[in-house]
């Protein structure tokens, strides 16, 4: 560590961790921070959930539907709710989406946030929000946004499908990976971001194999809490801006997006961060990190390519229109036209990345 300087920021956040524990720890976390009136955002998929958690909490209004991507409309709905409703806290239960509304809400009202994620979106552990408006979507950091409190129970993940599951957990694992090379990126976020992909790979290898339980479950909660907190820590790299920007003006599903384009993001900037590389090759016994991540991916069933997912090839122009602007100018390798075209067109065509042979 000799010679080594760097400025780091923790973001501070209570986190109560316990599998069959929601309830009551929902209601530990809502009554500490004084809680009278609270409003409850959850997704259509997590409504039992909601219904568990938020049963005997003094609920004064609810939302039970959202949309990915966070489109301004229902952030004007729901912050009309909240303040008509006099919500003095919000909570939400259920993935991504519901978090990133229930943050919307938070920017714009002031109110306390309480997060119970059912996904592994990672999302509850940053002060990043997002906003899509006429397909583009404006990302920012604020601290309003970041719940006081994150409620994990991996009892709730149960009855989410093993493809969600992995694609949300491939994101997960983006956090860590992009944050590697991310603008803040330095050795205290390095080394959440390395054991949460610890915790995440092997759970991930497990789940390929057909080992599905409230174990594994576990690890991926803790491993996407950890990638989360570096990522939160070290900012947004090449691929969480390209897929911000392809999700916002494409409408492409979150996670599945991420699966598909980490690894091809990896491919470009792994021989000009060969130590972010053989962190994520020594996960795998050696194996180049990108095409690691990649096999991974296509162990777990995702699809492998953007076209599966909605891109249009005809779209791919205006994407490298849109990704340019964006790409940090602290990415190891100089992003171009050229290069940014050639990076999306193999991502839309799952094209198998190349084999460097092994990182070290």
């Known amino acids: 560590m000799s010679g080594t300087s760097f400025d780091h920021t923790t973001l501070g956040q209570r986190v109560l961790f316990g599998s069959r524990a929601a309830v009551e720890n929902t209601a530990r976390a809502a009554g500490d921070l004084g809680a009278r009136r609270l409003l409850v955002i959850s997704g259509r998929s997590s409504v039992q959930a909601a219904e568990d958690v938020a049963g005997a909490l003094p609920v004064v209004a609810r939302i039970g539907e959202v949309v990915q991507h966070v489109p301004a409309d229902r952030v004007e709905a729901a912050v009309a709710l909240a303040r008509e409703s006099g919500a003095d806290l919000v909570l939400t239960i259920g993935g991504g989406s519901a978090t990133g509304l229930g943050k919307a809400v938070a920017l714009r009202t002031g109110a306390p946030l309480v997060a119970v994620p059912t996904t592994f979106s990672g999302s509850e552990a940053t002060d990043v929000w997002g906003i899509t408006t006429d397909g583009t979507k404006r990302t920012g950091s604020d601290p309003r946004v970041l719940p006081r409190a994150v409620v994990y129970d991996a009892a709730l993940t149960l009855g989410l499908p093993r493809d969600a599951v992995a694609a949300s957990s491939l994101n997960a694992v983006a956090h860590a990976v992009d944050g590697f090379w991310a603008p803040r990126a330095d050795p205290i976020n390095r080394a959440l971001g390395t054991e949460g992909l610890r915790a995440l790979v092997p759970a991930l290898q497990a789940l390929a194999d057909g080992r599905d339980d409230l174990g594994v479950r576990e690890e991926l909660l803790y491993g996407a809490h950890l990638t989360a907190v570096a990522f939160a820590s070290a900012g947004s790299g ?51 990190a990108a095409s690691a991540l990649q096999q991974l991916h296509a162990s777990l069933g995702g699809p492998l390519a953007l076209r599966d997912l909605g891109l249009a090839e005809a779209d791919l122009p205006r994407a490298v229109e849109l990704v340019l602007p964006s790409a940090p100018a602290s990415n190891p390798r100089p992003v171009d036209a050229a290069a940014l075209a050639e990076l999306l067109h193999a991502a839309w065509a799952g094209d198998p990345v190349p084999d460097r042979g092994a990182q070290s």
Do not use: D, Q, W, Y
């Open 238 to 288: 090449l691929h969480h801006k390209v897929c911000h920007v392809l999700g916002g003006a494409f409408g492409l599903p979150h996670a599945p997006m991420h699966a598909a384009v980490l690894p091809h993001v990896t491919a470009f900037n792994a021989p000009a961060a060969p130590e972010a590389a053989a962190r994520v090759s020594a996960l795998f016994g050696g194996l180049p």
